[in-house]
């Protein structure tokens, strides 16, 4: 699904951020992306997204490189990929309800369709029943799971993850996961970054690790990380 072929980013300023990167993410798979802070995580989820572009190399989406597609198609790829950050840039003066909504609503689907798929998705978080609610009245972890319900809303075939679990405590920094698990498990593509080897270590996911712009010894099995 997901192809890097000698992927190299520098910033305008000359911040080297990826060199040489090649790496595979298969139709269905969950795997991890870690790295100290400054490896390089972000750019290279920001590469899928097209929010930043490669200086060399290709980037393959479902075998086409995304240098070709013009500027009007990239939303059509972002359509289709979910994405969660840290902070889950979530509308504070808005309700949960209206958060999740958005993706429907800017893909101009009818009220009734919104309200069924909104009502799924924070179902499949475990905030039913909280639609009405302020987000600033959810704890951190509650708030985290809107803005996975807003990622997953319109089923997206990918879900990129930005450090989703570095503001929560162990035992939710799991409940997360199992919930990223769950996705997987119904068909989700999954790429989760994160510096948290220690939530790593405790599944058995592929792990590609990043240091200073360059992929380590190419993709391992957590279990060789677990004393990091
Ligand atoms: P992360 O938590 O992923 O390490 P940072 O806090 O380092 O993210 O960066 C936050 C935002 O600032 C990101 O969008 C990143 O691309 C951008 N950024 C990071 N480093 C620089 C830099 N040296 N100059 C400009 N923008 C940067
Ligand atoms: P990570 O997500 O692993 O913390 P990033 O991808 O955010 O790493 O950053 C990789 C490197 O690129 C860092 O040195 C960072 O300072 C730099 N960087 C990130 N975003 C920008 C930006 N917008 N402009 C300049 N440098 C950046």
Redesign the pocket.
Known sequence: MIQFEQVSKV?P?G?KALSDVNFHLKRGEMAFLTGH??AG???LL?LITVIERANAGRVLINGHNIADLSPKDVPYLRRDIGMIF?NHHLLMEKSVFDNVALPLVIEGFSHGEIKKRVHAALDMVGLYGKERHSPVMLSGGEQQRVGIARAIVNKPPLLLA??PTGNLDPKLSMDILRLFETFNDSGTTVLIATHDLGLIARMKYRTLTLKQGHVLGGDELPSSSTNA
């Open positions: 910033y300023g911040q802070s400054g995580k972000s750019t920001k840290q930005d450090e």
